[in-house]
Nanobody, 122 residues
Framework: QVQLVESGGGLVQAGGSLRLSCAAV????????MGWYCQAPGKERELVAV???????NYADSVKGRFTISRDNAKNMVYLQMNSLKPEDTAVYYC????????????????WGQGTQVTVSS
C-alpha cells in the first residue's frame, strides 16, 4: 500500500511563512506528478501547485510569486514553501501523487494525503 504523509501546517500571522512536506511511503516504482491542493470551508478542493517528475511546476494564479513547490524524487517527497501568507490562504492542504506505479508492470493509481490545516490570522 502507498500512503502520503503530510506535515508542516499550523497557525501563522498574515505575511508569515510555512513549509509543507509530503512523503509518499510504501513500495513505489515511480510517481508522475505530485501536487498540493487546498479546500476552504464550503468550497471545492482546488489546485495550488503541481510539479512533474522532471521538475516542471505550475501554480494557481492566486499563489504565483508567493508559493514554491519542489520535489525530491529520490525520497518521494514534495514540498510547498508558502511565503507572504494571506488570510484567504486558510484551508486544509492536501498532497496528491498522480500515476503512482508500485512495480513496473502495475497499473498507475492516484493517492491523496490526509490533509494538513493551514490557518492565517489577520
Amino acid at each position: 500500500q502507498v500512503q502520503l504523509v503530510e506535515s508542516g501546517g499550523g497557525l501563522v500571522q498574515a505575511g508569515g511563512s510555512l513549509r509543507l512536506s509530503c512523503a509518499a511511503v510504501g513500495s513505489i516504482f515511480s510517481i508522475n506528478d505530485m501536487g498540493w491542493y487546498c479546500q476552504a470551508p464550503g468550497k471545492e478542493r482546488e489546485l495550488v501547485a503541481v510539479i512533474t517528475n522532471s521538475g516542471s511546476a505550475n501554480y494557481a494564479d492566486s499563489v504565483k510569486g508567493r508559493f514554491t513547490i519542489s520535489r525530491d524524487n529520490a525520497k518521494n517527497m514534495v514540498y510547498l514553501q508558502m511565503n507572504s501568507l494571506k488570510p484567504e490562504d486558510t484551508a486544509v492542504y492536501y498532497c496528491k501523487a498522480e500515476r503512482v506505479r508500485r512495480r513496473f508492470f502495475d497499473a498507475p493509481n492516484d493517492y491523496w494525503g490526509q490533509g494538513t490545516q493551514v490557518t492565517v490570522s489577520s
